[in-house]
């Protein structure tokens, strides 16, 4: 079983609709959750990060945390063409015994926005 | 944004050459990462690091080697490049069980 796996898409949604991307992971130690975008050729950036259950709101994205269903979600309101990008979840997993943290990401959900 | 930067940026080589990549960081990260990007794989982790002279190994480690001397760079040596090391190669960093903020990459081909 993938640590972390997400819908590969594409996901298609109209311009202007809400897009809503999910991830599941499988270690219940996680901390820490992250949503990156990566457009082609590029790296990948952070937008968000959310480290308690529940909601996290910054301008229109919205990250969604349930640790008990082990599911963390993106919503993008009002989206745009310029959204259209891999979306990738990340968790932060403790290392066992080294104190130390990695980060395990899925494969990405490739959404398009369309105009 | 972390001020990362990575070196080469592209780069051609064969089949068992040595390469050299690296990740130069201005945050005063801790941790610092590399991974390698392949279409259908997502984002894998090659060997990091959690202070100078300390690392350990990911989850695709083999035939790559890593080298931290001082809290801003991070090496990653391939000894004996492969074909099946042809990627995009990544490096980031972090403070610790927070955001972590990637470089530009490389992109490395071993004929």
């Known amino acids: 079983q993938k640590e972390v796996e997400q819908n590969s898409g594409p996901l298609s949604v109209p311009e202007g609709a809400i897009a809503s991307l999910n991830c599941t992971y499988s270690d219940r130690v996680s901390q820490s959750f992250f949503w990156y975008r990566q457009y082609s050729g590029k790296s990948p950036e952070l937008i968000m990060s959310?480290?308690?259950?529940g909601d996290k709101e910054d301008g229109r994205f919205t990250a969604q945390l349930n640790k008990a269903s082990q599911y963390v979600s993106l919503l993008i309101r009002d989206s745009q063409p310029s959204d259209s990008a891999t979306y990738l979840c990340a968790v932060n997993i403790p290392s066992q015994g080294s104190g130390t943290y990695k980060y395990i990401f899925g494969t990405g959900t490739r959404l398009k926005v369309l105009a | 944004d972390a001020g990362i930067t990575q070196s080469p940026r592209h780069k051609v080589t064969e089949t068992g050459t040595p390469v050299t990549l690296r990740c130069h960081q201005t945050?005063?990260?801790?941790?610092m990462y590399w991974y390698r990007q392949d279409p259908g794989h997502g984002l894998r982790l090659i060997h990091y690091?959690?202070?100078?002279?300390?690392?350990d190994k990911g989850e695709v480690s083999d035939g790559y080697s890593v080298s931290r001397s001082k809290t801003e760079d991070f090496l990653l040596t391939l000894e004996s490049a492969t074909s099946s090391q042809t990627s995009v190669y990544f490096c980031a960093s972090s403070g610790g069980a927070v955001e972590q903020f990637f470089g530009p990459g490389t992109r490395l081909t071993v004929l």
């Open positions: 690091s959690y202070g100078v002279k300390d690392t």
């Open positions: 945050e005063n990260h801790r941790y």
């Open positions: 959310i480290y308690s259950n």
